[in-house]
């Protein structure tokens, strides 16, 4: 356009003299009308003027033409920019002034009655109580700091609540996003809870929301996305509401979807009075972590975030059963292509009264059962139990002996699942993998019990009975700081029968009484050290024996006496089953020679490793970035800590990378997705208990790379660490506490197996799952970025590796008398072959 402008311009000026003067002199003729003379004098007059206006023309052309050229440029950016600003407020300003901000929430209207035409959204009575709630609300925020951004509001549902009406409902806002920090769920929540707290009368949680009697408890507000939004709208895939009006009567619920995938809701709602107790009897779905396949369980009408009651995300084999807070529920399916089923039904249960007066019999066995509410069913959020115990005598004290569950003294922390009051002492609970016994030292006993998580968690139940104050435990027995009893004999025999090691800490070092007929200790016998001169300690060690967590215990069942005999080389089974599955912990270093300057590169004392030294060794990223270590243990499947996916973000698969066969960061061998990551149900964030957790790749390593990628060994349940065992941590963490660079090279520091008894002088209270490794001076030691990662042991030289421990705490690092702490994994063995090999 511009070359053609120019162009068009030159043209005009450059015309012939001749053409302009005989336009001029027509222009002329047709004024003038006077005389000749006076003609004659005028065209004189005329000629001499134009000569001396094309004189000064000329004088002035260039000048003109760089106004002319001045003047077209302005016009052309005036339109580029108007032209700019058009598509620019098209495709930007006007897209984010539609920008649509949702908000799901919920309150409860007091004193208000419910009346059943309210569970229908197309009844009048419906329309006119939503109609004016919708009023009340808009007012509130129309006359609010986010006012020009409100949009409308829209109810949901109305239900009942205890004397009163819960009301689901949809805000939106239109946001561009500039303002969107002016509408947070936190700011948006508050403006709703002020206009309630500002009428607040005599310690009541109910208020007014411009006239509307609100209870401030009840409110819940939280973002959502749209397409929750249009997925509870009509036209959804499956939107549906079911009813249940007859008390403990079977609503069946059964969802299948198709090769197409499904996304949808179902609404529940039960008699006034009851809540939902849904009961799933099977779901076939593919386990990822939620991240495809999901079930989600919600104790509203809505998918509110902070409602959630619980989500399926893997198939379910055995029936599991939850219940609501009230008599609402609501369930969102979203499943992936292929064919998926959920099948299982819902009930109106009574609202149970959890308040029971117990008489315990005089003798001191096992009189009765108490459980947690709703039980066999998931705890529900809200829930509370009151127990009165009493005994036939003063001298006689309440036991209570639970089969999964813990209660410890509360400290300065909430308690997360589940709040005790036993005779005005308050106590909170947690769940373990093994019996504990709680003695309560006093004839009347009052047990207090409240939910406290905000989700359903897993179902508690403990046995009743009495206890002789003066003597808790059965003469010749040893009470445990677990509450259990065990046999005196049973003390320091190197097995943890309290379950909490308090029987096998602090004690003396037994006598080797090799020349003896007398039964060597247990220590001493068949773990591969030679204690005895005579070499009796380790003679027969085939032999088939009791079993217990001592021994080793071979796939037909029967146990013998050689505490490591998994995958030494040797056939110790009948079955040959100690040998089988030995595709592992085999090194293989392709550079046995390193330099002096990698020598130098120490990580806590550690040196850099060679290629192929440690083939399980797994680096993971989570959103490009070095966050923990892993380990190999299958084609399909590697073993990490908890922690490292204990927060809700780090627990998305999809975040994460596994970076396999590397020895330098950036040149793995093989890099997959991980599919799932199973962490513990028991993981402790507070101590690091049960600090273990699977990762599944969504592809298996190929077999073509096994010189560089290879499992490690797996520990048997019966593994005993020795003096000859040689045990490195490896990992890319920092190499102090004060370091800010990570090390390009995996790093290696061989450390030292402490006993029990040294770990809980260093640390004070370590779990039975934890193990402790390191030196005195604390010169070897893993640090940040090691976590999860393993300590790997070789019984003997040549011989294969297996994973001793998982990088988990520590108090700083390198430390000296503060040693690593690991999560011991032969503890865990079980746990690990019911997740990869029953999946």
């Known amino acids: ?122 009844s009048s009575e419906f329309v006119s109580m939503a109609n004016q709630i919708q009023h009340v609300v808009s007012k509130v925020y129309r006359s609010s700091s986010v006012s020009t951004l409100y949009k409308h509001t829209i109810i949901s549902d109305l239900s009942n609540d205890k004397g009163g009406m819960l009301v689901h409902f ?134 509110m975030r902070a409602k959630i009651l619980h989500r399926l995300c893997e198939a379910v084999r055995v029936p599991v059963s939850l219940v609501s807070t009230s008599n609402v529920m609501l369930l969102s399916f979203r499943l992936v292509q292929g064919n998926k089923s959920f099948r299982g039904f819902f ?5 149970e009264e959890c308040l029971s007066v117990i008489e315990i019999p005089a003798i001191p066995i096992e009189a009765g059962e108490m459980t947690s509410p709703f039980y066999p069913s998931l705890l529900p959020p809200l829930c509370s139990c009151t127990w ?109 029968d309290c379950q909490d090691e308090s029987d096998e800490v602090f004690c003396s070092k037994p006598f080797k009484n090799c020349s003896s007929q007398t039964p060597l200790h247990p220590l001493y016998v068949c773990d591969g050290e030679n204690d005895c001169p005579n070499g009796r300690d380790e ?9 217990s967590g001592m021994w080793y215990q071979c796939s037909n069942g029967a146990c013998i006496r050689k505490k490591n005999a998994k995958c030494d080389g040797f056939y110790d089974c009948l079955d040959d089953s100690d040998e089988k599955d030995c595709a592992c912990g085999q090194s293989m270093p392709v550079k046995h020679v390193m330099d002096s300057a990698a020598l ?96 599944q790749l969504r592809k298996a390593w190929p077999s073509s790379l096994t010189p560089f990628i290879q499992p490690v060994c797996l520990p048997a349940p019966s593994q005993t660490i020795t003096k000859r065992h040689r045990c490195w941590v490896t990992g890319w963490g920092y190499r102090s506490e004060q370091d800010k660079v990570l090390p390009t090279v995996l790093q290696k520091a061989e450390v030292n197996v402490l006993s029990q008894s040294e770990c809980k002088r260093a640390y004070g209270p370590v779990s039975p799952r934890m193990l402790c490794a390191g030196v005195p001076t604390g010169e070897r030691d893993a640090c940040r970025g090691d976590s999860g990662g393993p300590l790997s042991c070789q019984a003997s030289e040549g011989g294969r590796w297996f994973l001793t421990g998982i990088v988990s705490w520590g108090s700083g690092c390198g430390r000296p008398n503060f040693p690593g702490v690991y999560t011991r994994v032969a503890k865990f063995i079980y746990w690990i072959n019911s997740h990869i090999y029953n999946t």
């Not at 190999?632 to 073993?639: A, D, M, N, Q, Y």
């Open 1 to 122: 356009m511009e070359a053609r402008g120019e162009s068009s311009q030159a043209n005009e000026d450059d015309a012939p003299a001749e053409d302009r003067l005989s336009e001029v002199t027509d222009v002329s003729v047709e004024v003038a009308t006077v005389d000749a003379m006076l003609d004659k004098f005028c065209r004189k007059y005329n000629r001499r003027r134009r000569r001396e206006k094309k004189v000064k023309k000329l004088n002035k052309r260039p000048l003109v033409k760089l106004q002319n050229l001045l003047l077209i440029i302005t016009v052309v950016v005036f339109v580029t920019v108007v032209i700019l600003w058009s598509l620019l407020w098209v495709f930007t300003f006007r897209r984010e002034s539609n920008s649509g901000v949702y908000f799901a929430g919920m309150f409860r209207v007091a004193n208000v009655e419910f009346i059943p035409e309210y569970r229908h959204a197309d």
């Open 170 to 303: 949809w805000m939106i806002f239109e946001v561009p996003r500039l303002k969107t920090p002016a509408v947070c769920e936190e700011c948006v929540s508050a403006i709703f809870r002020d206009s309630v707290l500002t009428s607040l009368k005599n310690r009541s949680s109910v208020g007014f929301l411009l006239g509307l009697p609100v209870d401030i408890d009840s409110i819940f507000i939280n973002n959502a996305l749209r397409s929750d939004y249009t997925s509870i709208a009509a036209g959804s895939e499956c939107v549906d509401k079911l009813y249940a009006g007859l008390p403990e009567a079977r609503v069946p619920l059964n969802v299948f979807s198709s090769w197409g995938g499904l996304s949808c809701h179902v609404k529940l709602t039960s008699a006034p009075g009851t809540v939902i107790r849904l009961t799933v009897n099977s779901l076939d779905v593919e386990p990822s972590d939620c991240v495809y396949d999901a079930v989600t369980v919600y104790d509203a009408l809505l998918p």
């Open 600 to 695: 130098q590169e120490r990580v806590v004392g550690g040196v850099n490793a060679v290629e192929g030294e440690w083939p399980w060794q797994v680096s993971l990223h989570f959103s490009g970035h070095l966050y923990c270590g892993a380990s190999v243990i299958t084609s399909e499947w590697l073993i990490s800590a908890a922690h490292c996916f204990s927060k809700e973000r780090l627990s998305d698969p999809r975040q994460w990378m596994a970076h396999l066969g590397m020895l330098t960061q950036g040149n793995a061998k093989h890099v997959a997705e991980i599919r799932r990551i199973v962490v513990h149900e028991y993981y402790n964030a507070r101590n690091f208990d049960y600090d273990i957790a699977l990762l």
């Open 388 to 496: 009165r115990l009493q005994t036939h005598s003063t001298s006689l004290g309440v036991a209570l002996t639970f089969q999964n569950y813990i209660l410890s003294p509360k400290d300065l922390t909430p308690c997360e699942y589940g709040w005790w009051k036993i005779n005005e002492i308050i106590y909170c609970g947690r769940y373990v993998s093994h019996i504990t016994v709680f003695r309560i030292p006093e004839r009347s006993v009052e047990v207090v019990f409240r939910c406290s998580s905000r989700s359903s968690e897993l179902p508690f139940s403990a046995t009743y009975s009495s206890f002789n104050i003066s003597q808790p435990c059965h003469e010749g027995h040893f009470l445990c700081t677990t509450g259990l009893c065990v046999e005196k004999d049973r003390r320091c025999d190197g097995l943890d």
């Open 539 to 547: 003679t027969n060690c085939t032999q088939e024996m009791g079993c």
């Open 347 to 351: 009930q109106a249960v009574p609202e």
